[in-house]
């Protein structure tokens, strides 16, 4: 995973530093103001949680959705949630990958809310670095930064080892290398670059997999889990006129830099996708030389498409995307 700086476009959402704050308050307050680990302020909220998604299983989830929709758009967060809701899926989500991997024979403490949630915020923060100046430096930093390392290895400021706290980080690197293999693929599966906090972020639980995937199944419904999903906030934003007109000039600026993309938001799959057949997510020093070769290629293909869309986005998408928003939910 990568740090990238604070930013108000639609590809890098707006930071979520005030949430934060009150959400790690509320913690705190409600556990009385002592302990500070892991799991010190995940106890009371997954078992509310575990008894709020039992009790939200019997209905039916389209008419949840629905109500969730029509509610205040404006307060609504990742998939549609309130902030209440969000917290209560993440605890009971950390609850169970806890279950998972006990039954499987590995030991994972079950991650508070607030500390997944600030995983989810890292990836919005690179002190003195400018959004602007990232970009041109490493686009999304998704290839450009890429080292293939177990997320408990990488930055410590990075989504993914934050997201997963420092008790299972810890956890992690006490185990023998062979071991460290297999409880990583037990806790993500194929892909180690979608830990729960990174991909409760992006929306997309496409790459989650083992016990982070169990859970997911479990406590978020069939229409959060599909690739399709659009967040309701967002799609009443891209249906008003005004936006659609600009992501039609989006399309036309890309397309003259000779790039097809219909949305910022399609860059990432396409490096992914590409990124994945090079490396197949092994570390970089164990690529072939013919493997290393087409890495670089990649790297600066994401440069290049990164920053064309950057460029066609503030121009003519962004602004718009923003009057939009500050009608629709200022205040």
Same mark, same amino acid.
């Given at each position: 995973?990568?740090?990238?700086? @604070? ?11 005030? /949430? ?6 509320? #913690? ?6 002592? %302990? ?36 205040? !758009?404006?307060? #609504? ?7 209440? !809701? ?8 950390? &609850?169970?990958? /806890? @279950?998972?991997?006990?039954?499987? =024979? ?58 997963? =706290? ?35 972020? *992006? ?6 997999? %083992?016990?982070? *995937? ?9 229409? !959060? ?7 309701? &906030?967002? @799609? ?31 860059? *990432?799959?396409?490096?992914?996708? *590409? ?23 990649? !790297? ?17 998408? @962004? ?11 200022? %205040?």
């Amino acid at each position: 995973m990568q740090l990238i700086p @604070q930013t108000t476009s639609s590809v890098f959402q707006p930071m979520k530093v005030l /949430a934060l704050v009150l959400i790690i308050s509320l #913690l705190l307050a409600a556990c009385g103001g002592g %302990g500070s680990s892991d799991t010190a302020a995940a106890e009371p909220a997954a078992d509310n949680a575990s008894s709020s998604n039992q009790a939200a299983a019997a209905e039916d989830e389209e008419a949840e959705e629905t109500d969730s929709a029509d509610g205040a !758009q404006g307060d #609504l967060h990742e998939f549609g949630l309130t902030m209440e !809701q969000l917290l209560q899926n993440i605890d009971a989500a950390e &609850k169970q990958i /806890a @279950q998972c991997m006990s039954d499987a =024979g590995f030991e994972y403490v079950a991650v508070d809310s607030a500390t997944v949630y600030k995983g989810m915020s890292a990836d919005k923060i690179l002190p003195g670095v400018t959004e602007e100046q990232f970009i041109a430096q490493y686009g999304l930093g998704i290839s450009t930064l890429y080292t293939g390392a177990a997320p408990q290895l990488s930055d410590p400021n990075s989504p993914a080892n934050i997201g997963l =706290g420092e008790q299972n980080v810890a956890i992690f690197k006490n185990l023998a290398p062979a071991d460290q293999i297999a409880y990583n693929h037990t806790l993500l599966g194929e892909y180690s670059d979608a830990p729960l906090a990174v991909a409760i972020e *992006r929306e997309d639980f496409s790459r989650t997999g %083992g016990c982070t *995937r169990t859970a997911v199944d479990q406590v978020f419904s069939e229409n !959060q889990r599909s690739v399709s999903y659009v967040n309701p &906030k967002d @799609q009443k934003i891209d249906e008003d006129p005004r936006v659609v007109a600009a992501q039609a000039k989006y399309v036309d600026c890309v397309k003259a830099a000779g790039f097809d993309l219909s949305d910022p938001s399609d860059i *990432r799959p396409i490096i992914t996708e *590409r990124l994945d057949e090079i490396t197949g997510g092994a570390p970089v020093e164990t690529l072939s030389a013919d493997a290393q070769a087409k890495l670089k290629e990649l !790297q600066a293909y994401e440069l290049e498409i990164t920053n064309a869309s950057f460029s066609c986005e503030s121009e003519h998408l @962004q602004p718009v995307r923003e009057e939009v928003e500050n009608e629709l939910y200022a %205040g």
